[in-house]
């Protein structure tokens, strides 16, 4: 199948409550365009350069999504376009968006990377962290960030149960703390190997690369 299938048949197969990012890290300019003509309109990046020079050269209506871990010097190369961070996982990277939101007039929305698999190499807040954080307190020393939900990865494995069973972890995290957070409404979990265990535990966003693109060399 072309890219442009493959989009065309996840727009088919996706309920409609549920969005699809189609991440194009490593992937060419031709590839993202071939997507967008097919009539994909949300795109995911994990490089901050490598986004900031994609937006250049692709259409301005494109929505850049940054999923992956941050280095806080690299903040500065996507804070005047990028439509969403999802893998925000410290507060000293919510102190630097904060600060070049500002700098760029404007407000990013953000969603806070929660650990919720069973292995050593992931990024996020703990689940216990994630409840200790104070609405109250976080909009006033960040007013340029937008809290709009939660994003999170399961344990790389074979076993569906375990990685249902995370992905529920997490949808209960994020119903217990939109009763605080008034603009919680995105819940980021999902890839190409377990999208259906994640729609099931109530995912809104999910964040496809390799059954889009095909495979990735790097
Ligand atoms: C690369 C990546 C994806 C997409 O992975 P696929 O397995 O290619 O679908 C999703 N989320 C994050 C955070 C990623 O880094």
Not at 44 to 66: F, T, V
Request: aromatic residues 8%.
């Amino acid at each position: 199948m072309s890219v442009k299938e493959k989009i065309q048949h996840f727009k088919q197969q996706l309920p409609s409550s549920v969005q699809l990012i189609a991440v194009s890290k490593t992937k060419p300019i031709e590839a993202i365009q071939e997507a967008y003509d097919a009539g994909q309109r949300i795109f995911g990046e994990n490089k901050a350069q490598e986004m900031a020079s994609k937006y250049e050269q692709l259409p301005k209506d494109i929505e850049w999504h940054m999923i992956g871990h941050m280095q806080r010097n690299k903040v500065r190369y996507i804070a005047p376009f990028v439509s969403l961070i999802h893998s925000v996982d410290s507060e000293r990277l919510l102190e630097e968006i904060n600060k070049r939101a500002a700098q760029n007039q404007r407000k990013i929305p953000c969603l806070l990377q929660v650990y919720i698999a069973n292995e050593e190499t992931k990024f996020g807040f703990d689940p216990e962290e994630l409840m200790a954080l104070n609405y109250q307190e976080l909009s006033t020393i960040y007013p340029h960030i937008i809290f709009k939900g939660l994003m999170g990865m399961a344990t790389n494995t074979d076993n569906t149960a375990q990685v249902k069973s995370e992905f529920l972890q997490l949808a209960q995290l994020f119903e217990k703390r939109k009763s605080e957070f008034p603009d919680f409404e995105i819940l980021s979990i999902g890839m190409s190997s377990d999208y259906q265990q994640a729609i099931e535990a109530g995912s809104t966003h999910v964040r496809i690369g390799s059954a889009v693109f095909g495979a990735r060399n790097i």
